[in-house]
């Protein structure tokens, strides 16, 4: 698929800087995902590596009216990201971003807040407005995943609730904003996209792929709807690959029969 340049309300990518670092491999997890931009700049995602091999993804959908949205947007992500950096629960980290938005009256926030724990074995999930969050497992069944609830305002007094799984080898996450589901939050809208995307077969491997590489499958798949038209849409991956390698860390020795040995 040629990459389009015009009228960023038919498709655009400008490669946002999230993106840039990724894919990022931490231990036997994999994590991608790319913006695909619409003419509006509402979406900012991070993946943060946290102390004891944890990762955290944070994915933020704003609407404002402030002079300086992506100014705004990425003071937002910087807090949640602090948040992951500190293992700070997520409930609390809700509760920072509600915080944060008092003195910008009538913004609207929408959060998807992930984190992953190869040492426990487990993932907690929390979000707020945003579209559920899809696990594809090893022979492909999709559960999917967070309490639906409101998008965070300035006079939000609750925190979402937070779902705490375990983290199944083999499976591939899914965590979306609703650019890429035409403005629904519905589980079987995600699920639909999961199955599109072929995440039982391929999950693993696209989990392990760049921004620019998955750009053509992920723009093959954005709502023509008219929502794309007018926000950005969001697409992350993360990937529990019990069969990754990586290097060890201790250096190479030579052997008389190979030349070399990995220590």
């Known amino acids: 698929m040629e990459r389009l340049s015009q009228p960023r309300g038919v498709l655009a990518a400008a490669r946002k800087p999230e993106s840039k670092t990724l894919p990022l491999q931490r231990g036997l997890l994999r994590i991608t995902g790319d913006t695909l931009e619409g003419p509006r700049e509402t979406d900012s995602f991070d993946v943060v590596s946290g102390p004891g091999g944890d990762v955290g993804v944070v994915l933020l959908d704003l609407k404002t009216r402030h002079p300086q949205p992506a100014e705004l947007s990425q003071a937002l992500l910087r807090k949640a990201a602090s948040g992951f950096a500190e293992r700070t629960p997520l409930h609390a980290i809700m509760l920072d971003l509600v915080r ?9 926030l929408r959060a ?17 407005g945003m ?10 069944t999709i559960t999917m995943h967070a309490v639906s609830s409101p998008p965070l ?6 925190p979402p609730p937070v779902e705490i799984l375990p983290l199944v080898w083999g499976s591939t996450w899914l965590v979306v904003s609703d650019g890429f589901t035409a403005g629904s939050d519905q589980p079987e809208v995600v699920r639909r996209l999961a199955q599109d995307l072929e995440l039982g077969k391929n999950g693993l491997t696209l989990s392990g792929q760049t921004p620019d590489a998955l750009y053509d499958l992920l ?17 992350v991956l993360v990937g529990a690959d019990p069969n990754a390698r990586f290097p060890s860390g201790f250096p190479a020795e ?9 220590r």
């Open 254 to 262: 030579k052997t008389p029969e190979s030349g070399i040995k990995q």
């Open 153 to 158: 305002t300035s006079t939000t007094t609750t």
């Open 100 to 108: 944060a938005l008092f003195e910008f009256a009538g913004t609207e």
């Open 219 to 235: 723009a093959s798949r954005v709502s023509e709807s008219g929502r794309f038209a007018r926000d950005d849409a969001t697409l």
């Open 131 to 140: 579209p559920p969050v899809a696990c594809v497992l090893p022979g492909g």
């Open 112 to 128: 998807t807040l992930m984190r992953c724990s190869a040492a426990e074995a487990r993932a907690e999930i929390t979000t707020a």
